[in-house]
């Protein structure tokens, strides 16, 4: 099957500019990724359509919010910050993403999306030339957007209670297949814990739904199909700039 964009083929190039741009292109710097069949036109396939969030401002207030509470929940686990602490770090940057979505679920945050505004081709032009950061920054797609709230809608179909999230938060951050842990067998040990209990407190509050726990788990997995990127420059971009989000979190993280 041929998943390229159709809309290139579909659609010809006006021919000075593509005479301008091909002359640019032959003539770019090692390196360079410019790419002038990406800025002639705005593609519409949902895999390259660039969006960004409606009532931006009171949406990632929100966004913020659940991220301080998903961090202190964090900090919060003492056999969390008995780990040593490149463990607490990687296993940060592994699960943040999938905690926050989780946190987006338990507080019923819901969101909109629009198309992004079409930068000038000027303006993408110089941002190659200038090597900026936010040309090279994978923007949010809305085939991205639709499989975030796609796994959000199955959470709420599945009306978690608060010690539900609880413990499925646990089993998502002591995930012992994060490389190069240390103490790998002892997140593993808590993994199972949180598991454990998770199961225990499903079978408490729903005895004749045998297959409930199951299905828990099997909709927790699609939460590493999405990736810390798109939540990052969909619900944090506006609000940190060109700052790291991953450093913020440590800071928060490790800060006493």
């Known amino acids: 099957m041929d998943n390229r964009c159709q809309c290139s083929a579909s659609r010809p190039l006006n021919p000075i500019?593509?005479?301008?741009?091909?002359?640019?292109?032959?003539?770019?710097?090692?390196?360079?990724?410019?790419?002038?069949?990406?800025?002639a036109h705005r593609c519409n396939c949902e895999t390259r359509r660039t969006v960004c969030l409606k009532r931006s401002s009171e949406i990632c207030k929100e966004a913020s919010a659940v991220l301080v509470k998903t961090i202190h929940f964090m900090k919060n686990l003492p056999a969390f910050n008995q780990l040593p602490p490149n463990d607490m770090?990687?296993?940060?940057?592994?699960?943040?993403?999938?905690?926050?979505?989780?946190?987006?679920?338990?507080?019923?945050?819901?969101?909109?999306?629009?198309?992004?505004?079409?930068?000038?081709?000027?303006?993408?032009?110089?941002?190659?030339?200038?090597?900026?950061?936010?040309?090279?920054?994978?923007?949010?797609?809305?085939?991205?957007?639709?499989?975030?709230?796609?796994?959000?809608?199955?959470?709420?179909?599945?009306?978690?209670s608060p010690k539900e999230f609880a413990y499925l938060k646990g089993t998502t951050i002591f995930n012992p297949d994060v490389p190069d842990l240390k103490a790998s067998l002892f997140v593993e040990g808590l993994q199972q814990e949180a598991q454990h209990a998770l199961r225990e407190v499903v079978q408490l509050l729903h005895p004749r739904d045998e297959e409930r726990f199951a299905r828990i788990l099997l909709t927790?997995?699609?939460?590493?199909?999405?990736?810390?990127?798109?939540?990052?420059?969909?619900?944090?971009?506006?609000?940190?700039?060109?700052?790291?989000?991953?450093?913020?979190?440590?800071?928060?993280?490790?800060?006493?």
Do not use: H
């Open 220 to 256: 927790a997995s699609v939460l590493q199909s999405i990736t810390p990127n798109l939540i990052a420059e969909l619900f944090f971009r506006p609000v940190i700039g060109q700052a790291d989000l991953l450093e913020l979190l440590v800071d928060m993280l490790f800060c006493r």
């Open 17 to 39: 500019l593509f005479t301008i741009l091909s002359q640019m292109d032959n003539s770019k710097p090692p390196g360079s990724n410019f790419n002038y069949n990406t800025v």
């Open 89 to 160: 770090f990687l296993l940060l940057k592994s699960c943040w993403a999938p905690l926050f979505i989780l946190g987006l679920a338990q507080e019923g945050v819901t969101f909109e999306v629009t198309d992004s505004p079409a930068d000038s081709l000027l303006k993408k032009i110089l941002l190659n030339q200038q090597g900026s950061s936010e040309g090279e920054r994978e923007q949010p797609t809305m085939a991205g957007v639709s499989k975030l709230k796609s796994c959000l809608k199955k959470f709420w179909s599945l009306d978690l």
